[in-house]
């Protein structure tokens, strides 16, 4: 039963359109919460007795209303860094991007990092997302990455929800120290145990890394996300370790491979194998398509591989696959907005899927899938009851939404707007209003 509303406290959102409904829908948000979701709420909460004479009204005008996006895969401590002195990466691969990275990283400050973070967050948010993954850097004794990215967790969270992986980007064993500074990280209060085993100095110290991560996590009960096999080497299969750890420690579902470029390498008949695996394991996989089509098949001339993981494939399987900016000017890739449609726009091109169906379904590596990576489902979605996060788009189907790139017209978090904004044209010609 819906509880009586007070004035100040709740909001009915009209003319509404849910992706899949071809009849408008209402939201009734009530301190914070959907209190009630449907059609003619109007006319339906006063038949049951609920006074709307103090609920205000917002009329949303037929556009298409979503759960808020999901950028599953962000360095926030790295943002705005590509044009430092001693930063530019001359090759635009991955490996001078991490070199590049070590060298100008000693003069960091706690201030600093979060000035330009917080510029990164703003972006993200307009562009309509209100959940982060974001890595930070711990092979620095100083760990000063961490502790400016969890200071912005707890000053923004009115605002944006984020989390945090204790990343070990120079590696865990290949850093003197690398384990313990991960480990200090969760103590600190990390949401994920990070890794990058491609990395490593060799191939067993990436192994010995992948079972650490394991051992943490299970350790601290934190989440995993870990950089795995981003290169162009077929051989590179880390994530078959990963999952089957996972399995057998029995949190696959917490447990995220970033990027998997290698399974865009490797033959059919290891990865059709490898998905057994990956199904039983329930591990999430984030592809972060702009940054990786820029950074891999740096080596090849012609044909010339596309970098990105197996999207298709593993979303075809029932495998859970959600996307990521990466970066924002910094030294692996010079540019970056915060615009998760761009990504999106990227990740249907690249993966080939671009059926009607596919596009009409494309939002769920913004939403759904994404909130599915971060472990958040239970606090999640337009339903009775959860907190009252969702986003307007410039649109009236998600069809249109993806075919045009459009914009966000409004952004509610737990009930209170965090932006409007209005998209209009002024010109004296029919043809251009």
């Known amino acids: 039963m819906i509880a009586m509303a007070s004035e100040s406290a709740a909001t009915l959102y009209t003319n509404a359109r849910f992706a899949g409904s071809d009849k408008p829908q209402e939201l009734l948000v009530e301190n914070g919460l959907f209190a009630a979701i449907g059609e003619d709420l109007d006319k339906s909460l006063p038949a049951q007795g609920y006074d709307l004479s103090g609920v205000k009204t917002v009329d949303l005008g037929g556009k298409l209303v979503s759960s808020p996006f999901c950028d599953t895969h962000l360095h926030l401590d790295y943002v705005f860094t590509a044009r430092k002195p001693g930063a530019v ?28 973070a917080r510029k990164a967050v703003a972006m993200e948010v307009h562009h309509g997302v209100q959940y982060i993954r974001s890595h930070a850097d711990v092979t620095d004794p100083n760990l000063t990455s961490l502790k400016a990215l969890l200071e912005l967790k707890e ?29 200090e990280g969760l103590k600190m209060g990390a949401d994920c145990v990070g890794g990058i085993p491609h990395y490593e100095t060799c191939r067993e110290f990436g192994e010995r890394s992948m079972h650490k991560v394991v051992e943490l996590a299970a350790k601290y009960g934190k989440l995993i996300d870990v950089h795995c096999d981003e290169t162009d080497d077929p051989n590179s299969r880390f994530v078959e370790l990963l999952s089957a750890l996972a399995y057998a420690e029995g949190i696959g579902e917490m447990t995220t491979a970033s990027h998997t470029c290698s399974l865009g390498s490797t033959d059919n008949s290891y990865f059709f194998h ?26 090849d001339t012609f044909p010339k591989r596309r970098g990105i993981t197996r999207v298709k494939e593993l979303t075809d399987a029932g495998i859970n696959v959600s996307l ?30 671009m059926s009607f169906p596919e596009i009409d ?34 649109a009236p189907t ?33 043809l251009l209003r």
């Open 89 to 116: 990466n001359e090759t635009g691969t991955l490996f001078e991007g991490i070199q590049r990275w070590s060298d100008t990283k000693s003069d960091l400050t706690v201030d600093e990092v979060k000035e330009r």
């Open 155 to 183: 000053e923004l969270k009115d605002i944006v929800t984020i989390q945090i992986v204790s990343f070990p980007q120079e590696g865990m064993y290949s850093y003197k120290g690398g384990d313990e500074l991960v480990e």
């Open 274 to 299: 490898l998905t057994k695996l990956l199904k039983a394991a329930k591990i999430n996989f984030a592809c972060a398509p702009t940054e990786n089509l820029y950074l891999q098949g740096r080596q």
């Open 324 to 353: 990521g900016q990466d970066s924002m000017q910094d030294p692996w890739y010079p540019l970056g907005n915060g615009n998760m449609m761009i990504i999106l726009d990227y990740v249907l091109h690249l993966a080939q899927m």
């Open 361 to 394: 379904d494309a939002l769920k590596f913004l939403t759904i899938n994404g909130a599915t990576t971060m472990h958040l489902r239970d606090q999640y979605g337009l339903e009775v009851g959860k907190p009252a996060n969702f986003i307007v788009l410039d």
């Open 398 to 430: 998600v069809f249109d939404a993806v075919y045009e790139r459009c914009g966000i017209l409004r952004s509610v978090r737990n009930g209170r707007t965090l932006f409007t904004s209005k998209t209009t044209i002024d010109s004296e010609i029919p």
